[in-house]
């Protein structure tokens, strides 16, 4: 990029020294109330151009430098943010007790303070309920047929698979002729 930069640069240059040599004529240049006389003719193409070209470096090169300006301010501000968190985190292990980062391999690690365990009386207890082992895959297929379910009520009552469902009566199934 910066070498066709200067390739096109150079070509710029080469032009504009063509153009003024071929165009050595005068010219009379007048705005509103300013009178120029016998001006070259390839200044009025060539300063324009070398003003706008100079413009334009000179906000190239300012912009560069608020960038690096402000690359080298977050830098620092980064600085600053690593090394607070390092404090924290070494001020951290030393509220826990723990040993980390803040600690030198020479360093004491701290031991941590334990309360006097009370002596506690074992509680007896009684023999857990035999377990049945479960059946897998289809074994034993009888002892799932046995059971029945009974519907789960809000209040936590069960009633009768029959029976009266939240204060509805049913009427009873007659009996046929």
Do not use: C
Request: net charge negative; hydrophobic share 40%; proline share 10%.
């Amino acid at each position: 990029m910066l070498a066709s930069a200067l390739v096109f640069g150079l070509a710029l240059g080469v032009a504009a020294t063509i153009f003024g040599y071929s165009n050595t004529g005068t010219v009379d240049i007048g705005f509103s109330v300013v009178h120029l006389r016998g001006i070259p003719l390839w200044t009025v193409a060539i300063v324009p151009l070398v003003v706008v070209l100079a413009a334009g470096t000179l906000y190239h090169w300012w912009n560069g430098l608020h960038h690096f300006s402000e690359h080298m301010r977050h830098r620092r501000r980064v600085r600053e943010l690593e090394s607070e968190v390092a404090s924290l985190k070494s001020r951290l292990d030393e509220l826990l007790e723990m040993p980390g980062h803040a600690e030198t391999a020479t360093g004491p690690v701290a031991e941590p303070d334990i309360a006097p365990t009370e002596t506690v009386e074992p509680v007896e207890e009684e023999e857990p309920a035999p377990v049945e082992p479960a059946a897998s895959n289809g074994d034993d297929l009888t002892v799932r047929k046995g059971r029945q379910r009974e519907p789960v009520t809000p209040s936590g009552e069960s009633f009768p698979v029959n029976g009266p469902i939240s204060g509805e009566e049913k009427p009873e199934p007659t009996a046929g002729p």
